[in-house]
C-alpha cells in the first residue's frame, strides 16, 4: 500500500511544478542573475512550494486512508511547528533575504523543539559490543547540533544545477530502505514519500535549471532528513544504529 503513496507524491509532485513556477514568479521568489551566476533571467525558486505541501498532504492522507500514524513517537505539535517554522523561515529568505544569524536562530530553536519533541536519542549502537549510552543532555546536544548541522548542510547542496535533488532525494530512499529493514516503518514511509517527491524535481532542475529549490526546500529537508535518520536508525531502546 505504501508504494502507492510513493507514486501519489511523486505523481503529483511533477504536476504542480508548473503551477508553483507561476506563483514563485508572482510572489516574487526569484533567483536573479548576477555576476557570481550562469544563469541569464530570473529564475524561481519553486520548490519549496512544491516538495513539502506534497510531502505533508500525502503523509495525512496515507494516515487517513490507512490508519497508520506517520510518526506516532514524536510530540507532534511541537515537532510539526518545527517544520513549519523552517519553512517559513526558508520562504521568508527567499523573498526578502535573512542574516546568516537569524537562520541559525531559527535552526536552533526548530531542533530544539524537535529534541523536546522526542526526536533525540539515548546512545549509540556498537556492532558486536552493545551500545554506548550518553547522558541525557549531552545526547540532546549533540541531537541539535545534528539537525542544525543537516539542516545547513542541504542548504549549501542549492548552489549547483540538479545537485540538491539528486544528492537528497538519493539520501531519503537510503535512509527509507535502512527504516524499513529495521522495522521503523513510519518513519521509513515518510523519508520514501520525500525521496518521491524530491527526484521528481530533477527534470527541472537539471542543467539548464528551471527552477531552483529554494531555502523552503533544501533547509526544510535538510531538517527533515536529519529527523527521519534519527526514527529509522534507532532501536526500541533508544540508540542510533
Known amino acids: 500500500m505504501d508504494f502507492l503513496f510513493v507514486f501519489a507524491a511523486s505523481a503529483v509532485t511533477l504536476l504542480l511544478v508548473g503551477?508553483?513556477?507561476?506563483?514563485?514568479?508572482k510572489l516574487r521568489l526569484l533567483d536573479y542573475p548576477s555576476e557570481r551566476k550562469i544563469h541569464a533571467s530570473p529564475i524561481p525558486r519553486?520548490?519549496?512550494l512544491v516538495v513539502i505541501p506534497v510531502v505533508i498532504t500525502?503523509?495525512?492522507l496515507r494516515q487517513a486512508v490507512t490508519g497508520k500514524p506517520?510518526?506516532?513517537s514524536l510530540n507532534f505539535p511541537l515537532v510539526g511547528g518545527s517544520v513549519l517554522l523552517i519553512y517559513a523561515a526558508g520562504l521568508a529568505d527567499d523573498r526578502w533575504g535573512l542574516r546568516a544569524r537569524h537562520k541559525f536562530l531559527v535552526q536552533f530553536v526548530s531542533s530544539l523543539a524537535a529534541v523536546l519533541g522526542?526526536?533525540?536519542f539515548s546512545g549509540v549502537a556498537i556492532p558486536y559490543d552493545g551500545a554506548l549510552s550518553l547522558p541525557p543532555f549531552l545526547a540532546s546536544i549533540?541531537?541539535?547540533?545534528?539537525?542544525?548541522?543537516?539542516?545547513?548542510?542541504y542548504n549549501l547542496?542549492?548552489?549547483m544545477d540538479g545537485l540538491f535533488s539528486t544528492v537528497s532525494g538519493s539520501a531519503a530512499l537510503f535512509i527509507s530502505f535502512a527504516g524499513f529493514l529495521l522495522g521503523n516503518t513510519e518513519a521509513a514511509a515518510v523519508a520514501a514519500i520525500l525521496g518521491a517527491s524530491l527526484f521528481s524535481l530533477i527534470p527541472e532542475n537539471s542543467p539548464p535549471a528551471?527552477?531552483?529549490p529554494g531555502d523552503s526546500a533544501s533547509m526544510t529537508t535538510g531538517f527533515l532528513l536529519g529527523l527521519l535518520t534519527l526514527l529509522c536508525l534507532r532501536k526500541p531502546s533508544g540508540e542510533v544504529e
Not at 19 to 25: C, D, M
Not at 143 to 153: C, D, E, I, M, P
Open 70 to 72: 506517520c510518526l506516532s
Open 142 to 153: 549533540l541531537t541539535v547540533f545534528w539537525l542544525s548541522g543537516l539542516t545547513n548542510a
Open 157 to 159: 547542496l542549492d548552489g
Open 210 to 212: 528551471r527552477i531552483f
Open 19 to 25: 503551477p508553483a513556477k507561476a506563483i514563485a514568479h
Open 118 to 120: 522526542g526526536a533525540g
Open 46 to 48: 519553486a520548490g519549496g
Open 58 to 60: 500525502v503523509c495525512l
